[in-house]
């Protein structure tokens, strides 16, 4: 297979050359590799890409089955890629693909933007082509390794009530951003790259409908959300 052999062409396997997909991730050598690796398996993949807007404008234009989205991309994060795709290509099923485990971040990806699936980049090549798979077959799928945690947060979950509340963990990155404390610092603290910690506050700016940061420190002050070390 050659490093990067381009967009276009199909599996061979008959179980699965049906099921057609769109890679994005900004990490070439992974992007490549996962190319040859679900070629192997058969998978169609229609094209492949870097970063978070080409990626949205490819899977408008092709329309693939399943959209395999890293969370983490240049341009556009991978749940606002999401949203994109979701009102763009409506009949796209979308997989997240990250090194994250963080359960609000993954709530928020089930609950709102609503993907068909979330797989941790950790997982086994087995994990990854039956979350295809089912994801195609129009079911969720999410890692093994996030299930139970999540399952019991959904199950305290009541629909339609969650966008008045702020979860434990945007109070937490919403009282460190009062205190002055940078994307990175933020990321560092509570152990998530400063990309998901930019992702939080843009989803707790819409939520709270407080754009400037200004507002967001106002916000927590009123609320008590402020802790002083």
């Known amino acids: 297979m050659p490093a990067n052999s381009g967009a276009y062409w199909c599996g061979v396997s008959e179980s699965r050359k049906s099921i057609s997909l769109v890679l994005v991730d900004d990490q070439r050598l992974f992007r490549e590799s996962l190319q040859a690796l679900l070629h192997s398996q058969g998978f169609k993949i229609l094209a492949h890409c870097g970063d978070a807007r080409e990626g949205s404008e490819l899977i408008a234009r092709l329309a693939p089955d399943i959209a395999l989205l890293d969370i983490d991309l240049p341009g556009l994060n991978g749940l606002q890629a999401a949203y994109r795709i979701a009102r763009r290509t409506p009949r796209t099923k979308i997989l997240i693909l990250s090194q994250y485990a963080d359960e609000e971040y993954l709530l928020q990806a089930l609950l709102e933007v609503k993907v068909a699936g979330y797989l941790?980049?950790?997982?086994?090549?087995?994990?990854?082509?039956?979350?295809?798979?089912?994801?195609?077959?129009?079911?969720?799928?999410?890692?093994?390794a996030v299930t139970p945690a999540i399952l019991d947060r959904l199950s305290a979950t009541t629909p339609g009530r969650r966008s008045e509340a702020l979860s434990r963990r945007e109070q937490e990155i919403l009282s460190?951003?009062?205190?002055?404390?940078?994307?990175?610092?933020i990321g560092q603290k509570l152990q998530i790259s400063p990309k998901t910690v930019q992702a939080h506050r843009t989803h707790l700016a819409e939520k709270l409908r407080l754009h400037s940061t200004a507002d967001l420190v106002r916000y927590a002050l009123k609320h008590k959300l402020v802790r002083i070390a």
């Open 176 to 185: 460190l951003i009062a205190q002055g404390a940078t994307a990175k610092m």
């Open 120 to 144: 941790l980049k950790s997982d086994a090549p087995s994990e990854l082509f039956g979350a295809l798979q089912t994801v195609a077959a129009g079911k969720r799928y999410l890692s093994p």
